[in-house]
């Protein structure tokens, strides 16, 4: 029933998270799903694996949308198919206003000089046998692209922007460590100026302080080449830093998708909630006031995901606050990803802003920003209230 | 407990009264590239009860600590020296059957990737069964008996199914479990966790370090945890040994470390992670460089090529290796050569505010 409602409400259009006028890229009801075969001469398929399962989002030039969530809940799936290493199951995937998603590959090819790639682990994602200079400057061999002082010029070039010594050109990817490794992967990235680099995990394989730098070394490039990002993570210390929106994702879905400061000072999905009040913060003390909202047993088979919300068997609001009718609201309906506020969208039956949450990050002038425009929005309420009674009032007069 | 003669006046060869004791541990590897010098002079002390974090980014050391502990380094090419004094037994120079009958029983490990450390081919049950068998003379039955009741202590929903289970039928979550519950089936009196949740998703993280809390309060058992998650450190730990480049660089309780550290390393690995519970910067503060190589580690003080301070002091920190100075009597100790009153006008000064 909940699935016909899902397919009903977007027939006619695009969802609104990926109708934005100004969007490089918009994903519209993006599904990836892996056929699971039996049999040994004859193969049929007796179920999918839902690693996406209808996710919407759009991204501006020059912005990063972060996309966070814990392993297997379909982030890493979701960038590849943005940028076509795997092919979707259904969804569009509009690129400059182009549906990517069916492009052949050969077609494809072309684009590649667009959109980009950073891999999670520096030690598989370069060829051992192939040297520093051979593989960053394989782009510009494969895309025959003209350089202006030859292939060799431009990729130290590249090395130097990057942070690496240029005279290490001939060198093999086991001279470097790892902070060096991913360096050299992104000087691949950018060597044909793409618009869009989609990096999956590129600094949770680094030490901490080896990290920053890398993370440092991103945004420069973005504001230099006006780069937009897609920045898959598990990590949300990592993800507020970097991003300007960020979409939680959990078993296939967005469950809620805002602008930073606004998911981070105000987040209202449960999940979301979770997530974050599992975040260890350096800070003793903070540490012992904090309420910790333990998620119990482990993240659904999505081959099997619980029908109608997924997070309600984990969800702690289900489980301890939620009366039995709403309870089988959960479970019977799937919430749409629908706006509850301004561009804050939520996937929950029964969302609500959780301050104590957010008051263990300490968000600064943005909070202020927030609470200001929420008692503005109370304050326009009453206002309203008001008017409305004001204007009901003369009437039974007349 | 019999006081050994002394060898050397510098060294305290007495056992120590602490529960663990570590006192100028070495641990050096010979490879044909040179001594790689992993562990180089490390001590800490350790009571009953407390939660101990080592802190440090790869290569830094932690967890050839944590073997040499556990003595597993015996046996290989790797030159162990110091002493690692527990409850009163010298661990160094131990035979290796007696080692053997500690390691397991009263000393256990958990380590960072259960997938890798669980054996595939036996079940979960059978896995947990053995260890505690190889101590306790009891039977079969009794063994599973206790088995099902830590699987189901650590969280494990229907544990007498569960335990015929393999390894991959466990989820990654699951699988650290089942590690925590075969470390403490013979209750240890100390528990090495050597970056139990690195692998792990934050939501299973935080059930996992409550979990060992909570077992920690339960059994009253030692827990050293290793980590380069300062956060984790912050949210279980009780004292910390910030390492780097095999050595110690700052010792003390975990208010010292958070809230007054002192050594240059330290406040870089503050100041480079990305806070949640702070203002967003708009940059990140990194520590310049890459870690030391162990072989040739630097001379003089081992961070002073990454340290933005050393101009502060002059030639020293290039020239002579500062010594883990004290600071305060509640045992905070840090290795660098800025005055002690200077490096606290920086950290207030110059650090704090930033971070």
């Known amino acids: 029933m909940s699935k016909t409602a899902r397919t009903e409400a977007e027939a006619d259009g695009v969802h609104p998270a990926a109708a934005r006028p100004d969007a490089l890229l918009a994903v519209n009801d993006l599904k990836k799903h892996f056929p699971i075969r039996q049999g040994i001469l004859i193969q049929r398929q007796v179920g999918a694996v839902r690693a996406v399962d209808g996710v919407s989002f759009s991204v501006a030039p020059g912005e ?124 691949r990235a950018i060597a044909l100026k793409p618009k869009l680099i989609v990096c999956d995990e590129p600094v949770s394989a680094l030490d901490v302080s080896v990290q920053a730098q890398v993370i440092n070394l991103l945004e420069d490039l973005q504001n230099d080449f006006n780069l937009t990002y897609i920045f898959v993570a598990h990590d949300l210390s990592v993800v507020r830093h970097i991003s300007d929106r960020v979409a939680v994702m959990y078993l296939g879905k967005i469950m809620e998708l805002t602008d930073r400061d606004v998911l981070y000072s105000t987040p209202m999905h449960p999940y979301t909630h979770a997530l974050m009040s599992a975040v260890p913060v350096p800070d003793p003390e903070k540490e012992s006031r904090r309420e910790r909202i333990l998620l119990v047993g482990d993240l659904p088979s999505p081959i099997n995901p619980p029908t109608g919300c997924v997070f309600h068997t984990r969800c702690p609001k289900y489980r301890e606050i939620l009366s039995e009718t709403d309870k089988q609201l959960c479970r019977d309906v799937v919430p749409l990803l629908d706006l509850k506020k301004e561009d804050h969208f939520v996937a929950c039956h029964f969302p609500q802003v959780r301050a104590d949450i957010a008051a263990a990050v300490d968000v600064g002038v943005t909070a202020k920003e927030v609470a200001v425009e929420q008692a503005r929005e109370a304050v326009a309420a009453v206002a309203a209230i008001e008017e409305a009674v004001a204007e009901a009032a003369p009437a039974p007069e007349d | 407990m019999q006081p050994q003669p002394a060898m050397d006046v510098h060294v305290e060869t007495d056992a120590p009264s602490a529960f663990l004791s570590v006192r100028d541990l070495r641990v050096h590897f010979p490879t044909t590239d040179g001594l790689v010098k992993a562990v180089d002079g490390l001590s800490f002390d350790l009571a009953r009860g407390q ?84 101590h306790n003379k009891v039977s079969k039955a009794v063994a599973r008996r206790r088995a099902i009741e830590m699987l189901d202590r650590v969280g494990i929903p229907n544990p007498d199914k569960r335990f015929d289970d393999y390894p991959h039928q466990f989820s990654g979550g699951m699988r650290q479990r089942a590690m925590i519950a075969m470390a403490l089936v013979c209750d240890p009196k ?118 933005r301070f050393r101009d502060r002091v002059g030639e020293a920190c290039t020239v002579m290796h500062p010594d883990l100075e004290e600071i305060d009597a509640s045992g905070h100790r840090a290795r660098c050569h800025i005055d002690k009153h200077q490096r606290s006008e920086i950290f207030a000064n110059e650090i704090a505010p930033t971070l």
């Open chain 2, 51 to 134: 939660i101990l974090g080592i802190v440090g980014e790869s290569g830094s050391g932690k967890s050839v600590t944590s073997q040499a502990i556990l003595g597993l380094h015996k046996g290989s090419s790797a030159e162990v020296s110091g002493e690692i004094w527990f409850e009163g037994k010298e661990l160094v120079g131990m035979r290796e059957d007696r080692m053997r009958a500690l390691r397991g029983n009263e000393m256990a490990m958990i380590f960072q990737d259960p997938l890798s450390s669980l054996h595939p081919f036996y079940t979960i049950g059978w896995q947990i069964v053995e260890a505690y068998r190889e």
């Open chain 2, 190 to 307: 100390l528990l090495i966790a050597d970056e139990p949740t690195t692998a792990l998703d934050v939501t299973v993280q935080a059930q996992i370090l409550e979990l060992m809390k909570d077992l920690q309060r339960e059994f009253n058992s030692a827990i050293i945890l290793i980590t380069h998650d300062l956060g984790v450190v912050a949210e279980t730990c009780e004292t910390v040994v910030v390492m780097y480049g095999g050595q110690c660089v700052e010792q003390g309780s975990v208010q010292d470390i958070f809230y007054k550290p002192q050594m240059p390393y330290t406040w870089g690995l503050l100041g480079s992670m990305p806070r949640m519970d702070r203002t967003r910067q708009a940059r990140l503060t990194p520590i310049p460089g890459t870690p030391p190589s162990l072989i040739q580690v630097p001379r003089g003080c081992v961070f002073h090529p990454r340290c």
């Open chain 1, 64 to 187: 990063t949308l972060g996309l966070v969530g814990e392993s297997g809940c379909g982030k890493s799936t979701t960038a590849r198919v943005v940028s076509k290493l795997l092919e979707p199951t259904a969804g569009s995937v509009m690129f400059e206003g182009q549906d990517i998603a069916r492009y052949s590959r050969s077609r494809m090819r072309t684009l590649r000089t667009d959109i980009q790639m950073i891999f999670q682990d520096p030690y598989s994602s370069l060829n051992p046998r192939h040297t520093i200079g051979t593989i960053v400057g394989a782009p510009f061999r494969i895309q025959k692209a003209k350089t202006e002082k030859g292939v060799k010029a431009e990729v130290q070039g590249l090395m130097e922007r990057v942070g690496l010594n240029p005279e290490h050109y001939n060198r093999y990817p086991h001279e470097f460590s790892g902070g060096q490794r991913q360096r050299i992967g992104i000087a």
